[in-house]
């Protein structure tokens, strides 16, 4: 069965500095990983994946995650956090095995960019 | 650029109604999902439907919980007794090629 874990509830990080998200995940086989945000009283907005190739990917509104298979973790990053990246962010898995695709989430991380 | 749309934006019932959540996925796309979120919490699958049939459900997906696709654009969840507990955000999401699943705004139902 997959799993996704995000361990932080919640990232606090001064606007300007970095910002990381962690996500580490459970699968039998080999994943898709994705990063989704959620701002308030929003739906989920795709903002990056891995499906293959390179370990680093890159998406939008500045965010790039790093894939890394022998930590199994999928950490989203910014170089620079706004106050306007402040929201909810979901990583999610599928199985590259399962064939209806459907989404494992984590728990979410609220990030606060504070000025 | 392409979205999922989903109606009411908000809906409020009394238990033991029934109540039907719409979306219309991207035109192109072969793969539809309903997920759910109660407040606070993760986001939860559903169910999954391709070809006009269900492929996959989750144990939350009971006999309370039907899907369809009426008209070859809307695809509907039905929830034909409401429970308290069934109070949630209800995301409809769709995609083409098994790779980014694209989720529309969400209907927040919230059962009195």
């Known amino acids: 069965a997959q799993s996704v874990a995000q361990p932080e509830d919640q990232v606090n990080v001064a606007e300007g500095n970095p910002l990381t998200v962690k996500c580490t995940y459970s699968?039998?086989?080999?994943?898709?990983l994705f990063w989704y945000v959620q701002y308030p009283n929003r739906g989920l907005q795709f903002l990056l994946k891995?499906?293959?190739?390179?370990?680093l990917v890159k998406g939008s509104y500045g965010f790039e995650a790093e894939f890394n298979k022998s930590q199994t973790s999928f950490h989203l990053k910014k170089p620079s956090a706004l106050v306007s990246d402040s929201a909810l962010y979901f990583c999610?898995?599928?199985?590259?095995?399962?064939?209806?695709?459907?989404?494992?989430f984590g728990a979410g991380t609220q990030v606060v960019v504070t000025p | 650029e392409p979205e999922v749309t989903q109606t009411p934006s908000h809906q409020v019932t009394q238990m033991g109604q029934e109540v039907i959540l719409r979306c219309v996925p991207i035109s192109n796309h072969l793969y539809f999902y309903w997920y759910r979120q109660i407040l606070g919490q993760k986001v939860e699958f559903l169910v999954s439907?391709?070809?006009?049939?269900?492929?996959?459900k989750s144990e939350i997906f009971d006999d309370q919980f039907s899907v369809e696709r009426p008209d070859g654009s809307n695809f509907t969840l039905k929830i034909r007794s409401t429970k308290l507990e069934d109070s949630a955000m209800y995301f409809c999401a769709s995609w083409k090629t098994l790779e980014t699943q694209y989720f529309g705004p969400g209907t927040r139902l919230l059962v009195l």
């Open positions: 891995y499906i293959t190739g390179d370990n």
């Open positions: 999610a898995v599928r199985e590259l095995t399962d064939s209806w695709g459907k989404l494992q």
């Open positions: 699968v039998s086989g080999n994943p898709y």
């Open positions: 439907f391709y070809n006009n049939e269900i492929s996959e």
